[in-house]
């Protein structure tokens, strides 16, 4: 009895902490949907980052005013970021990387209907073979760097990095290269944002990174920020 007792005290815990997680994703729909005019519609899916991880960037941006945003998989955190960037009149450059021709056309169009294409470059970078030198153990395809340093070799820095590509199917440890690519153009202000960070191969990454960096590791639900400890907090207000 005792012990019955005892699993459905436990059950309901986990059952509130749900719950509490689901109240806390819709605030940030509706964060999100006073930023945005919704004429048209966003396409949002099973690849999409959560809501409130969306929320997370943008306020990275605003607290931390980062020099230059680059993020790798394009998608409904371009079209809001760019919006953002709009509002703040941004003084930096936001760099898109998609691997996926259709879909970077379609997120072109989506920037265009809301009159936002002057606020991202988008960078279409295919699929390639992995340089050794950013690849990681087994790890066999990454972004084409050539594509990608074409536009990078305009700045000298990249303070915040978004990185929710390349796709799981494409390789094993698909996103590990987006750090040691861009290790050159990282200070010790930069900040990493990794989504589905709860993957076993997205583990293994943010401990690579830690070392490579030097930075610190802050977990959220099912993604991870890397960066320094900054005096204020960029995370987004917990419901409770």
Not at 72 to 92: D, E, V
Not at 102 to 131: F, G, H, M, R, S
Not at 150 to 164: C, H, Q, R, S
Request: with cysteine; proline share 3%.
């Amino acid at each position: 009895m005792i012990k019955r007792i005892k699993q459905i005290i436990l059950e309901n815990k986990v059952n509130q902490r749900k719950i509490l997680y689901q109240q806390q994703q819709l605030w940030a729909s509706q964060e999100l949907q006073g930023l945005l005019n919704f004429s048209f519609f966003i396409p949002k899916t099973n690849w999409s980052m959560s809501p409130l991880a969306i929320v997370h960037c943008l306020n990275i941006i605003t607290l931390h005013k980062p020099k230059n945003v680059m993020e790798f998989g394009s998608g409904a955190t371009t079209l809001y970021i760019a919006q953002l960037l709009k509002n703040i009149n941004y003084k930096g450059r936001f760099f898109s990387v998609e691997s996926n021709s259709n879909w970077k056309k379609e997120i072109e169009q989506q920037l265009i209907n809301y009159d936002l294409i002057d606020y991202v470059t988008l960078i279409e970078a295919p699929l390639i073979k992995v340089n050794k030198e950013i690849g990681y153990k087994n790890q066999t395809y990454w972004y084409n760097t050539k594509k990608i340093n074409t536009y990078l070799e305009k700045i000298d820095e990249v303070g915040f990095v978004i990185v929710d590509g390349p796709s799981k199917k494409s390789s094993t440890y698909s996103r590990y290269s987006a750090l040691p690519f861009l290790k050159k153009k990282i200070s010790k202000d930069s900040i990493f944002l990794l989504d589905d960070s709860s993957r076993p191969d997205e583990k293994e990454i943010i401990k690579e990174w830690k070392t490579l960096s030097g930075f610190e590791k802050f977990d959220f639900h099912r993604y991870t920020i890397l960066s320094r400890k900054f005096e204020f907090s960029s995370a987004p207000y917990k419901l409770k």
